[in-house]
């Protein structure tokens, strides 16, 4: 498989012909190669948008929104392919592509093209003076980069919204998952999208997604991904003044109170501590349990736990790869440090070896500890893999202090039966986003980021359309 960039409505190589390969997890072997572009690539990717912008902007509604579905609707005629090629890229299990990844992406562009049809813009009447209404212009041409857990997924999160506020865009996926946006790209000339309204560059951070935040031509940065990363970008795009969005990082608490639905708490911890193997940044990694509860939660947890089973993620498995070897390291680091921190391991703890075609594959075992303080290494890092921590609490200021002791603040989940303390939780907790007895139950119309180091500004429904939009005031005297 050879991955190209997408510039001006073409399928390109790198200008200096370099490549890098790219890895399936499962199987821990090259399957393909993708461009390893510089500067000079994303030049003529944003030689291309500013090309493109002048007649973008001015599209109607109606075509832009034909546009947008169209290529909603590309992706969703291919859907096996998109399904595996993401499963192949990331090490997730195919029926979670099939029923998260590839649909949401789906939505995602479904929901951008809709959501540019009812942007509304205000208008306030001074007395006596004149009217004033607000602007919503498109900024110009903006980059979106994206992270490798939910490769699809979250690439048309940014690059949705972007395009339906009427910029053109230099798009970058991460160099580790870019199979599912170069087939989004091989969409875009099936079905015509015009030339240079989408440009994707492929290849590593330091060289294309630092070239992006750099030119003072891309006029707005959309990131979500690293919290280092993220810090980075930030520190340039303040530089010059940029407009920029961040989703970073999480150490997300899950807080289980002894008055909660047990079997339906323990049910969704066992997803939300686990899914795509932990690597969401919404799972929740510290769960908090109310010391009356603590033992019949720690055996049933463990119990269902030691039921998942992991292996090729073509297969029914609860659990695949994660995704990449240097990833598996990290965690498999993070689980020595657990233990020299004086933790003690529940279940798992180690790497996974499947038998057969997986063998030489990246797997962990989903991994429970127990015995750590709350202001330790462990439940202070984002791990960003199939590990959780334990960790009992007494009363409700008891949980809320612990939750709110990380550097994070991006997702919460609450359990409790009572209507009173979870409005009174939910408002003391530190993160942009709060689930009372569910998890990752997403309505795209609402606000979504982090608070502290999780992020700045909130993405999502008309926050993502304001965000890729310039406000302006126009006064008119009466
Ligand atoms: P990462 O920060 O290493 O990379 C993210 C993207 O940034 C990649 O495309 C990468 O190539 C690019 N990049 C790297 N260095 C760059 C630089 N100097 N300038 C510009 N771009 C650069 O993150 P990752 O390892 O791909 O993703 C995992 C992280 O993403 C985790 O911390 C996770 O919590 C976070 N994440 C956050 C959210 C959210 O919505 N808050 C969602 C998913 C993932």
């Excluded at 908090?288 to 992991?310: G, V």
């Excluded at 090729?312 to 659990?319: A, E, G, M």
Aim: charged residues 20%; contains cysteine.
């Amino acid at each position: 498989m050879t991955i190209k960039n997408y510039i001006n409505g073409e399928l390109r190589d790198a200008l200096s012909n370099k490549i890098i390969n790219v890895v399936n997890p499962s199987i821990g072997k090259v399957y393909g190669t993708l461009p390893d572009s510089d500067s000079q690539d994303v030049m003529l990717a944003i030689e291309a948008a500013i090309e493109a912008l002048p007649a973008w902007k001015i599209l109607s509604f109606e075509q832009r929104f034909d546009l947008l579905l169209k290529l909603a609707n590309g992706i969703e005629s291919r859907m096996n392919e998109f399904v595996e090629a993401e499963s192949m890229d990331n090490g997730k299990p195919e029926w979670l592509a099939a029923q998260s990844d590839i649909p949401r992406a789906i939505s995602n562009l479904k929901f951008f093209a809709s959501a540019q049809m009812n942007f509304p813009s205000e208008s306030h009447h001074t007395p006596n003076q004149g009217l004033n209404y607000t602007l919503r212009q498109p900024i110009g041409v903006v980059g979106c980069i994206s992270p490798w857990n939910l490769p699809l997924y979250l690439f048309t999160w940014k690059i949705a919204p972007a395009l339906a506020a009427g910029n053109t865009v230099v798009a970058k996926p991460s160099e580790i998952t870019p199979y599912t946006a170069y087939l989004l790209s091989t969409v875009c000339i099936e079905i015509g999208f015009p030339k240079g309204v989408l440009n994707i560059v492929h290849g590593l951070g330091a060289k294309v997604g630092q070239a992006i935040v750099e030119d003072k031509r891309v006029k707005a940065i959309a990131f979500t991904g690293g919290t280092v990363t993220g810090r980075a970008i930030n520190i340039e795009c303040a530089k010059q003044f940029k407009k920029v969005s961040l989703e970073l990082g999480g150490k997300n608490p899950n807080i289980i109170f002894d008055d909660c639905d047990f079997e339906d708490m323990m049910a969704t911890t066992v997803r939300s501590s686990f899914t795509n193997q932990g690597q969401i940044c919404l799972c929740g990694s510290r769960i908090f349990i109310q010391k009356t509860i603590y033992t019949q939660f720690k055996e049933e947890f463990i119990t269902r736990i030691n039921q998942l089973t992991i292996g090729d993620p073509k297969t029914n498995v609860n659990i695949g790869a994660v995704v990449s070897e240097d990833h598996m390291h990290k965690i498999l680091g993070y689980i020595e440090l657990a233990k020299e921190e004086g933790g003690t391991i529940l279940t798992g703890g180690k790497r996974y070896i499947p038998e057969g075609e997986c063998r030489d594959g990246f797997f962990i075992e989903p991994t429970v500890i127990e015995g750590l303080g709350h202001l330790c290494r462990l439940n202070q890092e984002e791990i960003f893999g199939p590990v959780v921590t334990l960790i009992p609490f007494d009363t409700e200021e008891n949980a809320i202090e612990m939750a709110n002791s990380t550097p994070y603040g991006l997702a919460c989940t609450i359990w409790t039966e009572n209507v009173k303390k979870a409005h009174r939780v939910a408002q003391s907790i530190d993160s942009g986003i709060v689930w009372v007895n569910t998890w990752m139950v997403r309505d795209l119309r609402t606000p979504f980021g982090g608070m502290k180091e999780s992020g700045i500004g909130r993405e999502g429904g008309f926050e993502a359309m304001r965000f890729f939009t310039e406000t302006k005031n126009v006064f008119i005297k009466y």
